[in-house]
């Protein structure tokens, strides 16, 4: 799954990890609740 690749990729062992990363790197068109 395309998931399961960028968890790969940014070495992350959840889903908050994997978005907190795409975030970090200004992949996400939003912004995160946790701010």
Same mark, same amino acid.
């Given at each position: 799954?395309? @998931? ?5 990729l ?6 908050i990890?994997?978005?907190r990363?795409?975030? @970090? @790197? ?7 609740a946790?701010?």
């Amino acid at each position: 799954s395309h @998931r399961h690749a960028l968890m790969t990729l940014f070495q992350a062992h959840s889903t908050i990890t994997l978005l907190r990363e795409a975030e @970090r @790197r200004g992949m996400l068109p939003f912004q995160l609740a946790w701010h």
